[in-house]
């Protein structure tokens, strides 16, 4: 038999969603016939799996050890340089940087040192997260970008901080702007509402004017500064769909430079041939906390910015000339 405590980085989750990651190489349906059998008993009583678990619960798991075993993979911490520059951080959460052409999580078995290798490699320095002690939980990624895109990406170090950063972004208590740079002259601030699909197989997306015809998606943009044919522009995401900043502005005909995928290969020669850019001008620059309530209450107001990257910095600098 085997006793299982639940700490606090292990509580405000399904029983059956805890089990699952403690043997988490056991299927759905093997741990449901556990709890049928009344092999796997909660608080000394019968489990279903829908138990919400709380810090201090008990699970006795009636399993022989060799089977447990067999189920229960060993998490490592493969070691990864750090890429990424820190931007704020806390007991909960962890605010970082990143740079462009960095992948924020592996896409195939072969891709190693992704964002989410190198926040879990410096927590694991930290003495902040130790996979042994660690039953369920692993620190986590709680947005994403694009590759080739620039910028801010929040990770949650505890259980809690990775719920409670989950539901502000879900319920958009999280203001996110960015800066893209994008051909054409734009004089006035405007807004962007349309209905993206999004093509898997050729991971690209379609824009549709259309109601009904794809998820809804919507994007503030407001210039800021405008020279030579191309507009300097700070974007606010209210929804964040794949490719959708990339993808609106090529359907307004202002497509971003350096865009490979949805830009103009005469931009994206210009700036690949004058500053050496080979990826799109996109940078997640800023975020605003607006959840005053919850774990991450003592967010609200602020304000968390990461720099413009150097290359992307003397591009505006040539551009509209450098800032006094």
């Not at 994403?144 to 989950?166: E, M």
């Not at 539901?167 to 601030?189: C, D, M, P, Q």
């Amino acid at each position: 038999m085997k006793e299982i405590i639940i700490t606090k980085n292990e509580e405000n989750q399904r029983l059956d969603k805890f089990l699952l990651k403690y043997m988490n190489k056991a299927s759905k349906g093997f741990i449901y016939k556990m709890l049928r059998k009344k092999r796997i008993k909660y608080n000394g009583g019968k489990a279903e799996g829908n138990e919400l678990l709380r810090a201090g619960d008990t699970l006795r798991l009636y399993l022989a050890e060799e089977t447990m075993q067999s189920f229960m993979e060993e998490k490592t911490v493969p070691a990864a340089k750090r890429h990424f520059g820190i931007v704020y951080e806390d007991d909960e959460i962890l605010v970082v940087s990143k740079p462009a052409g960095l992948l924020t999580h592996p896409e195939k078995s072969s891709d190693t040192d992704t964002l989410i290798d190198q926040v879990l490699y410096y927590l694991y320095q930290k003495g902040q997260y130790t996979p042994a002690a660690e039953s369920s939980f692993t620190p986590a990624l709680c947005n994403r970008l694009d590759r080739n895109t620039s910028g801010i990406v929040i990770a949650g170090k505890t259980l809690q901080g990775v719920q409670a950063v989950n539901e502000i972004i879900r319920s958009r208590k999280l203001n996110k702007f960015y800066l893209t740079l994008v051909a054409g002259e734009i004089h006035e601030a405007g807004e962007i509402t349309a209905y993206l699909t999004k093509d898997a197989e050729k991971n690209q997306v379609r824009i549709s004017k259309r109601e009904g015809s794809g998820a809804r998606t919507m994007t503030k943009y407001r210039p800021l500064a405008h020279a030579k044919g191309y507009t300097l522009l700070e974007i606010q995401l209210i929804t964040g769909k794949t490719h959708q900043i990339r993808a609106h502005m090529q359907a307004i005909g202002h497509p971003v430079a350096g865009d490979r995928k949805y830009g103009s290969e005469a931009t994206n020669r210009k700036f690949r041939e004058e500053y050496a850019l080979s990826n799109q001008f996109l940078h997640a620059l800023r975020v605003e906390w607006k959840e005053q309530e919850g774990p991450l209450g003592y967010l609200y107001g602020k304000e968390m910015t990461a720099p413009l990257p150097k290359q992307l910095q003397e591009i505006c600098d040539g551009l509209f000339g450098r800032a006094e």
